[in-house]
T-cell receptor
């Protein structure tokens, strides 16, 4: 069965540094890979989508890469700020259903 | 963009009682609708999805059911709640033919005692 793993449950970094999150998957060939942000007690919010034929996508201070050979996506938050503290979820899909990883909680220290 | 409404925000129910959670969507027509459950510190588990009125697909066998009586209304129900039904329930919507992103509601925190 398909499996989605996000690198670690928690990541603590200093303000201004770059946070790098990993999403690895097995037994799956997704056409799309998405990243969502979830704050405590709230629903996830869509951040970025990258397609299987795209290597990299950027949005403001966010960057996502997608390596279908390694079956891995990297999610970068550059010049991190305390407001970036949240749980980040990766999600894979081939059609209209998403399969989510468990998430990585990022804490940015001022 | 879409707006997803869910209520109630929190709910405490005894074991064996019925459940009805409602989700309504604004800002789109004929969306794909989803119910997820999220256990503490865990990822989202897809429970049901619907591609149209009256069409429901179940992803996992369980004590719950779903219905879609109107285009932008999605209801999650149970006749008799179990302790294991406790969790954070999220409704989501995806625009048909859209970019595959999903919009989530604020969620309902259900505690079964």
């Amino acid at each position: 069965s398909q499996k989605i793993e996000q690198n670690s449950e928690a990541l603590n970094i200093q303000e201004g540094k770059t946070a790098t999150l990993t999403c690895n998957y097995t037994n799956y060939s997704p056409a799309y890979l998405q990243w969502y942000r979830q704050d405590p007690g709230r629903g996830p919010v869509f951040l970025l989508l990258i397609r299987e034929n795209e290597k990299e996508k950027r949005k403001e201070r966010l960057k996502v890469t997608f390596d279908t050979t390694l079956k891995q996506s990297l999610f970068h938050i550059t010049a991190s700020q305390p407001a970036d503290s949240a749980t980040y979820l990766c999600a894979l899909s081939n059609d209209y259903k998403l399969s989510f990883g468990a998430g990585t909680t990022v804490t940015v220290r001022a | 963009s879409q707006t997803i409404h869910q209520w109630p925000a929190t709910l405490v129910q005894p074991v064996g009682s019925p459940l009805s959670l409602e989700c309504t969507v604004e800002g789109t027509s004929n969306p794909n609708l989803y119910w997820y459950r999220q256990a503490a510190g865990r990822g989202l588990q897809l429970l049901f999805y619907s591609v149209g009125i009256g069409q429901i697909s179940s992803e996992v066998p369980q004590n719950l059911s779903a219905s879609r009586p109107q285009d932008r209304q999605f209801i999650l129900s149970s006749k008799k709640l179990l302790l294991s039904d406790s969790g954070f329930y999220l409704c989501a919507s995806r625009r048909t033919g859209g970019n595959n992103e999903q919009f989530f509601g604020p969620g309902t925190r259900l505690t079964v005692l």
